[in-house]
């Protein structure tokens, strides 16, 4: 069944190593949502600049609706310098004061939200009051099924106060496992002498929340998820060669959430996760074509790689 599903948030270049390539988590979930097969929306706002004509160039060619990008007279089209550790993990500077910080609240957003099924969005989007209160009003609105927070911690990009009040707002919360470390000091949850547990994570969150599932990527180990309703599972990663990591973590948040809007099981919605985010790691750029027969056909064959100790007593068969 193909539904609205509504990203706000950040459009930008990141200007990676290799060169300038058009991102932004929000971005790149709506592009693998749009692929899975329901109409995904982003929401945003780019510069009147060389950037921002190239960026809704680049969205229109992938076959996004463009209606919902604002274009900003005054501040530049957004861009984060990327770098990669030794592991190839991404670390990020993340330029200020650009258009995304500044999207307006109009009419049309307010139709928009009116009609969607879901709502994703990060802490990154909130970093300056004018986008940060019209998401704010934007979740008034929204009457749909499911409020998707990913999370997406980055440096001097979020406050206590941010993410206290989004996961207030959220039904579903992805974040990783070092952002469940931040989280854990937040609310108060004990680690312990072999680090967080993970159940005990969640039971906190879930009891001082609304939530309804939290999901905890923990990269080339897999994912571990959990549901108000007492349901805990793990599945571990699939083995692929790593070739770039951009936009795995957004390919995973769309498979899991389209597993739950066709009300599969947690464990099938992280199996799903796992799929497209390992397809998209497994490929250069964050906006290669994966479709969900593609993913289909990876889960007939795929291989699991090794079961995170600590986590043996959540797989589920």
Known sequence: ????????????????????????????????????????????RLGHDELGDRAFAIVKELGLDT????????????????????????????????????????GDLNELISRAESLCFGTLIQRREDSRNTLYRLLDRFSGRFVLLDINLRRDCYTRRSIVESIRQAHILKLNDGEADLLAEIYEVPSGGAGLDLSGFCERLFARSD??????????????????DGQKVYHPAFSVRLQDPVGSGDAFTAGFLDALLNDRSLLEACRLGNAAGSLVASQEGA???????????????????????????????
């Open 67 to 106: 209606e919902y990008l604002q274009r900003d007279p005054k501040h530049p089209t957004g861009t984060v310098e990327v770098s990669f550790d030794q592991e190839k993990n991404p670390e990020y500077r993340i330029i200020p004061d650009v258009a995304y910080d500044f999207i307006e609240s109009r």
């Open 1 to 44: 069944m193909r539904r609205t599903i509504v990203a706000y948030g950040e459009i930008l270049w990141d200007l990676l190593p290799s060169g300038a390539v058009l991102g932004g988590a929000p971005f790149n979930f709506v592009y693998r949502i749009n692929s899975l097969g329901h109409k995904g929306v982003m929401v945003s």
């Open 287 to 317: 906006t290669q074509p994966v479709s969900r027969s593609q993913i289909d056909t990876f889960l007939g064959s795929a291989e699991l790689g090794p079961v995170e100790e600590g986590l043996q007593a959540f797989l589920v068969s």
């Open 211 to 228: 939530l309804l599932y939290i999901v905890v990527t923990l990269g080339q180990r897999g994912a571990f998820a959990a549901s108000r």
